[in-house]
């Protein structure tokens, strides 16, 4: 058997007639794959005896009396309590849950960091992972985390699980395959991952070093926004969202399973391959997005629309028309807004905004929002433009405008967001960032007519 390294260590299911590469499209799609002929039974979903031997087993990622519930029904050589035996609890130190509340940082301010640098020492995606801020709690399933990855090694023989969250990933430098029990994810910059709860994988590196950040989702399931009077079309589209075709691991070899419960990381010790998934159907799987799909939507005429019209995906609570998380996209686009002040407007938000940035340059910060950086504006804290942006955007040519090469997103919580100790102390802050609105200075003219 071929090592988990090599691309073609799981037998994988041939492409089907619409799908892509490896790809079945669509976003909460109820699909269904097989990597063996007839491993997927029709028309039950729990037969006797299924084909090859194999163990019919339920992931239900809801509720079974959510509407719709979300479940898969998967096709195993060994069922999931042959993957889980004793275990052992472990340290993994840079990873956080909520609440993370240390009474010797600040969390309350405008922040913002440079790119993490990478480090000499050899990371997995395990070890690699660098909380920044925490937001609700872990506990009670509301809230979030952000972190910073940083991978240099493949896991090999080692497995992971979160039965805290989904992660959506947002690779910034590097190639990464999410090896998962669904199947293959391989993904890369300018294309983000959605992990579900509770789903097993490995993660591999492809071409390295590899950096980006994660959103950990403790809440809902992100959906897709709803549309309002845009309709149907724009914004992110369904058959964008790519979920992997079945592919499996039949290895005899001692491995590690990692699994973060309740803030916590415990391993046990197994003696075979995870990803032993050979058929599956259902509406609860990883799934890929290519950002340059996104098709944005904005003014045309006059006034900077809410930036809430780039949503890409959100995490909904339970008060209607307030996020648990929203992921938000500042892609290329034309600015042709007459008579406006085009750039973000100055504002104090309910919401708390951490932002990264993946390439290029952003348009309210023209300086210092570098590619792998991120920047923090905690809820009713006041931020905006600095004077580069402010001056120029005042005083510009007000023709169309495109705004290029820049990709950066936003992970917007209804919950303050708390650093971690890392993010205080050893990330690359930018403790002058505060200063870019010093020279702001006082345009009042109270001279009547006077613009």
């Not at 890409?312 to 290329?332: H, K, M, Q, W």
């Not at 104090?348 to 570098?370: C, R």
């Not at 433009?385 to 005042?394: G, I, L, M, Q, R």
Request: glycine letters at 8%; proline letters at 9%.
């Amino acid at each position: 058997m071929n090592r988990p390294t090599d691309p073609h260590a799981l037998t994988q299911a041939s492409t089907p007639v619409g799908t892509h590469a490896g790809y079945m499209p669509g976003f909460g799609n109820d699909f269904e794959t097989e990597a063996l002929p007839g491993a997927l039974p029709q028309g039950m979903n729990s037969p006797q005896k299924c084909n090859y031997g194999l163990y019919g087993e339920q992931l239900s990622g809801t509720a079974f009396t959510a509407n719709p519930p979300e479940r898969t029904w998967c096709y195993r050589i060994r069922p999931s309590v042959k993957h889980s035996h004793r275990y052992e609890k472990i340290d993994l130190p840079y990873w956080k849950s909520a609440p993370n509340v240390d009474p010797d940082v600040i969390s309350l301010g405008q922040y913002r960091w440079d790119a993490v640098p990478h480090s000499d020492q050899p990371l997995t995606w395990l070890t690699g992972m660098r909380t920044m801020t925490t937001a609700g709690d872990v506990n009670t399933q509301v809230g979030m985390a952000s972190h910073i990855y940083l991978v240099t090694e493949s896991m090999v023989d080692d497995y992971f699980f979160s039965a805290d969250s989904e992660l959506l990933v947002v690779p910034q430098e590097g190639r990464l395959r999410f090896a998962t029990e669904l199947g293959i994810i391989d993904l890369e910059p300018k294309e983000i991952a959605i992990i579900p709860r509770g789903l097993v994988y490995r993660v591999e590196v492809l071409e390295g070093p590899c950096r980006g950040f994660v959103c950990e989702n403790y809440g809902q399931k992100f959906e897709l926004p709803g549309r309002g009077p845009i309709g149907a079309n724009c914004m992110a589209n369904p058959r964008d969202f790519k979920a992997p075709v079945a592919a499996f691991e039949d290895r005899e070899v001692p491995s590690t399973v990692t699994i973060k419960w309740c803030g916590q990381f415990h391993t046990t010790k197994i003696g075979h391959s995870s990803l032993d998934v050979v058929a599956w159907h259902g509406n609860y799987a990883p799934y890929k997005y290519d950002l340059r799909t996104y098709c944005p939507v904005g003014a045309i005429l006059f006034d900077h629309p809410d930036p809430s019209i780039f949503t890409v995906l959100t995490a909904p609570s339970g008060v209607p028309g307030t996020a648990n998380i929203d992921f938000v996209l500042f892609r290329e686009r034309w600015m042709v807004m007459e008579d406006t002040f085009r750039p973000p407007w100055y504002h104090k938000n309910i919401m708390s905004e951490l932002m990264g940035n993946i390439y290029g340059q952003y348009d309210a910060k023209p300086q210092g929002f570098v590619p792998g950086g991120m920047s923090l504006h905690n809820m009713m804290i006041p931020h905006g433009p600095d004077k580069e942006a402010f001056e120029k955007a005042s005083n510009a040519n007000l023709g169309p405008d495109k705004l290029d090469n820049t990709m950066s997103f936003m992970f917007e919580t209804r919950f303050p967001q708390h650093l971690t100790a890392f993010a205080a102390n050893e990330a690359p802050l930018q403790d002058d960032y505060i200063d870019c609105w010093t020279d702001l200075e006082k345009k009042f003219d109270g001279t009547p007519g006077k613009k």
